[in-house]
């Protein structure tokens, strides 16, 4: 048998649980107890059983106290099959009741009755105690299940109910190898010669011998030294399986129950879990109770999300607040009880490990998200989830991280998505819905659309303003996909300092114009002298900024009305001719031209005449040799 179940005993105290557990053990090749703990009636005890000499499964007889109900949940959170016990003359008991709420939010897939001590009761009371049994579980897992009548003191019964159970077990898919190890701790005892040995039933994938592990939430980073299952070493424990992990480096006081060992350090612990909850009592917005998952126990406070309360019976969404950090995962199934008493009074399933705390301006988005969940309704799921991240890229490996949704299924939904032009892929494994990056393109292109007509001079939107645009909460990648969209489609260009629009020409309003008119008059009024921008500021004693005068510069420059020299000095485009044509006559002359030739030639002195000069041979009409310039260009 390739699969490793286990199965669980629950029951009233006193009914006969540890008598059927020992009597089934006892069957062919049982080693019969083989975990026992320090208390036999206080806490669960766990056996080997062999249901046929080829099929093995773990039997855990968990205690029926009602002091001990934490203990109860602890070991009913690993099994996959569980017999229920009641006694025959007893009938349905309190803890009984409980025991089966827990098996009911623990989501426990198989089921079965057993009535024990059959041969204290006659045939009329057997009866009354079956329709009270059968009344009792409608609605839970062990409705329609086999009813089997069972007797200690003859093993009356034993051969139907281990038919029964291997009947069941052959059908049962069990835990799954596959998935991620996982393995809630149950027990830690310090082995002679070994250290500190972690017990628990794995709860998915597998454990090798040397693999590396992290114990949760401590992080500590450990290994799997050596392996027991049932007290005899293996090189592997799988799925289902009951385990000893010896645990080098690390000290006996630093595990606990509750504790959890995986293979891969999680980037996150969680402290807000939404969740679906069923009650079974009233519950009331903000409670505060003890919340179990796996063999953990923690404090914590409930915020209905939908309902101001809930009454038994009602099923809702709430969000878990709790005090510590820990590990779970969704789907993971949990119990909630009272902070100071034994009584459960709900249960349900982590859907989302959460980032934030839940708000009531933030149910417009995430009651839809969670409601598609518990629905199955992947798609939906997904696209609410990617929505509500708005403008950040998703990846896939976040979506079944925070959701529980299988990978597998994730990709599949994802890729149908994208072919139907509802999301988009960006980079690697990551996507934005179509609406989303479709609003954002139209909003930055309408806001550099605006920008530029503000502002006819402006020669490109720099990245910045535009990322302002978007929202500083916009990822980089994000904004590069929407970008190099809108420049696909020709909307905007990239362009030095950023982006402008597509067939942007820059122009000029009235008052820039009347700006430019004066400069084009300062320039010619210049003649052949350079000049620069403080200079005819200070000259024109006019009501203008330096900063809009440096641009319209700028713009008379790139129109080809000026000339831009070093140093920030202009010159009007019509004096280079004459320029060029006194410098060439006075090359002709003396073969060459020294900066000491700049007032016979220019009429100005070197400071002014190096600039000139400079953009000569910049643009090729002169060469430098030394101190003497030449002509490069003949041309007159």
């Not at 996982?182 to 998915?204: E, H, N, Q």
């Not at 950040?392 to 299924?409: C, N, R």
């Not at 280079?576 to 700049?598: F, H, N, Q, Y």
Request: glycine letters at 8%; aromatic letters at 6%.
């Amino acid at each position: 048998m390739n699969k490793h179940i286990t199965i669980g005993i629950a029951g009233h105290r006193g009914h006969g649980k540890t008598t059927l557990a020992r009597c089934l053990t006892a069957f062919g090749k049982s080693d019969n107890i083989l975990e026992k703990r320090q208390n036999f009636s206080n806490q669960t005890e766990i056996s080997e059983f062999y249901v046929t000499p080829d099929m093995r499964v773990a039997l855990m007889d968990v205690p029926g106290h009602p002091r001990l109900l934490k203990n109860a949940i602890r070991g009913l959170s690993a099994v996959d099959f569980c017999i229920l016990v009641v006694a025959a003359d007893d009938g349905m008991m309190p803890q009984t009741v409980e025991h089966i709420k827990i098996i009911n939010h623990l989501n426990v897939p198989e089921g079965m009755i057993v009535i024990s001590k059959a041969d204290l009761v006659d045939p009329e009371l057997m009866e009354l105690a079956e329709l009270e049994i059968h009344d009792a579980v409608q609605h839970t897992v062990f409705s329609g299940k086999p009813v089997i009548r069972f007797s200690a003191s003859d093993s009356s019964g034993k051969e139907k109910l281990l038919s029964c159970i291997q009947k069941t077990i052959e059908k049962m898919p069990g835990k799954n190898p596959d998935a991620p190890f996982r393995m809630w701790i149950d027990d830690a005892i310090s082995a002679p010669g070994f250290g500190t040995v972690a017990c628990g039933t794995v709860l998915s994938g597998t454990v090798s011998q040397d693999d590396p592990l992290y114990l949760l939430p401590l992080g500590r980073e450990t290994r799997a030294r050596s392996l027991e299952i049932h007290h005899r070493k293996a090189s592997t424990a799988f799925a289902g399986q009951r385990a000893g992990i010896n645990l080098p480096k690390i000290s006996l006081k630093e595990v606990q129950r509750g504790m959890v060992l995986v293979k891969q350090k999680p980037e996150n612990l969680f402290v807000f879990l939404n969740a679906e909850i069923s009650a079974n009592a009233m519950i009331n917005n903000f409670q505060r109770v003890k919340l179990y998952i796996g063999t953990s126990v923690s404090n914590a406070q409930m915020v209905l999300m939908d309902q101001s309360r809930l009454e038994p019976g009602q099923t809702g969404l709430v969000q878990f607040r709790l005090k510590k950090p820990i590990f779970v995962r969704p789907q993971d199934s949990f119990v909630i009880c009272g902070l100071n008493t034994q009584t459960v009074i709900g249960g349900g399933l982590i859907m989302e490990t959460a980032k934030e705390k839940f708000r009531a301006a933030k149910s417009g988005r995430l009651i839809p998200y969670l409601d598609a969940l518990r629905r199955g309704d992947w798609k939906e799921a997904i696209l609410c989830h990617i929505v509500n991240r708005s403008h950040q890229l998703v990846p896939l490996t976040e979506i079944a991280g925070y959701s529980g949704i299988p990978a597998e299924d994730v990709r599949r939904v994802i890729d149908s998505l994208i072919a139907a032009g509802e999301l988009i892929a960006c980079g690697d494994e990551t996507v934005l819905t179509a609406k989303i990056h479709a609003e954002l393109a139209e909003k930055i292109y309408q806001t550099v659309k605006a920008s530029f007509r503000a502002d006819p001079l402006k020669k490109a939107a720099s990245r910045e303003e535009i990322r302002q645009t978007a929202g500083p909460a916009t990822d980089e990648a994000v904004l590069k996909s929407v970008l190099d969209g809108l420049c696909e489609q020709n909307r905007i260009i990239k362009v030095k300092g950023g982006y402008a629009l597509s067939g942007f020409s820059p122009g000029l309003n009235n008052a820039q114009q009347k700006l430019a008119n004066l400069l084009m008059d300062f320039a010619s009024n210049s003649g052949l002298s350079p000049f620069s921008p403080g200079y005819f500021y200070i000259k024109i004693h006019q009501n203008v900024r330096k900063n809009d005068v440096q641009r319209v510069l700028e713009f008379l420059h790139e129109q080809g009305k000026l000339i831009h020299l070093n140093d920030n000095n202009y010159l009007h485009a019509d004096m280079l001719e004459e320029i060029m044509v006194r410098v060439k006559t006075a090359i002709d002359e003396k073969g060459s031209i020294r900066m000491t030739d700049s007032m016979d030639v220019l009429g100005y002195g070197r400071s002014k005449a190096a600039l000139v000069f400079e953009y000569l041979d910049e643009i090729g009409f002169t060469c430098r040799e030394g101190d003497e310039r030449r002509l490069v260009d003949t041309r007159t």
